[in-house]
């Protein structure tokens, strides 16, 4: 049986280290736990290791040593035919966006439903639903270059709330956008979590971050020095 503490979790990352083998380690005893519901920002100085220890979730890297719980079940070890479906409970946001520029808009949000064997019906609803919630609906049919970098990054947001994921990781969502446009960005996030979609958005911009009232876990060279 489940402790109830754990049962609620919906990451836990225990005493987690991860070294590259050209850098050293760069992720140092990491400990922390994110409740379902919650909404958490993740800073500190470049290279601090935001992004390694994003990129352990979705077993994009593995870490060396420790423990990462998602759902109340241990991922770092699962084998490469059991990522997909971790996959599948994720929302990945990045900053440069990463849309396919030979596909319509719809299409770059169709892609998670796409590759998870949705029908054309119940895709055509989902994406609608997503690009309406990013404010899009009406721009399905354009091409992401023909857009703002602003209404990109919405379309990288539609296409990771698109398949109704447990978790949202976001590295650097505003990263390339002016303040009124990060903004925006960051008050859609905020939307998602009232309506109980768990976050977890790295971020540098700690004017941004400081207007919301979120728990900030803060790295220093590979450690958790606030947060946690
Ligand atoms: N694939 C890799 N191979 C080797 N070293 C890496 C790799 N990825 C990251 N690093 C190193 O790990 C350290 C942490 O990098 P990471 O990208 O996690 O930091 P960050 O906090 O996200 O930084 P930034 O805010 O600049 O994106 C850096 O020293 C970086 O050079």
Redesign the pocket.
């Known amino acids: 049986m489940l402790s109830p503490e754990l049962r609620l979790s919906m990451l836990q990352f225990i005493n987690v280290s991860k070294r590259?083998s050209?850098?050293g380690e760069?992720l140092s005893d990491v400990s922390f736990q994110l409740e379902k519901g919650e909404m958490a920002f993740l800073t500190?100085?470049?290279?601090?290791?935001?992004?390694?220890?994003l990129k352990l979730i979705p077993v994009i890297e593995r870490p060396n040593k420790g423990q990462i719980l998602f759902e109340g079940r241990p991922i770092n070890r699962i084998s490469k035919r059991q990522v997909p479906l971790l996959r599948r409970k994720l929302g990945l946001i990045f900053q440069d966006y990463r849309l396919l520029h030979d596909r319509s808009v719809f299409d770059n949000v169709a892609l998670p439903l796409l590759v998870a064997g949705y029908g054309q019906q119940e895709t055509a609803r989902r994406v609608r639903a997503a690009l309406d919630k990013v404010g899009l609906l009406r721009k399905e049919k354009r091409y992401p270059l023909a857009l703002s970098g602003g209404e990109q990054q919405r379309v990288g947001i539609a296409r990771a709330i698109v398949h109704k994921p447990s978790l949202i990781l976001a590295d650097?969502p505003t990263g390339n956008l002016d303040p009124a446009l990060a903004s925006e960005i960051m008050d859609l996030f905020k939307e998602f979590n009232q309506v109980g979609v768990t976050l977890l958005v790295?971020s540098?911009n700690l004017d941004l971050i400081s207007r919301f009232a979120c728990r900030t876990l803060k790295?220093q060279q590979g450690r958790l020095i606030e947060g946690g």
């Open positions: 590259y050209d850098s760069v500190g100085h470049s290279g601090a290791g935001k992004s390694t220890l650097e790295a540098h790295l």
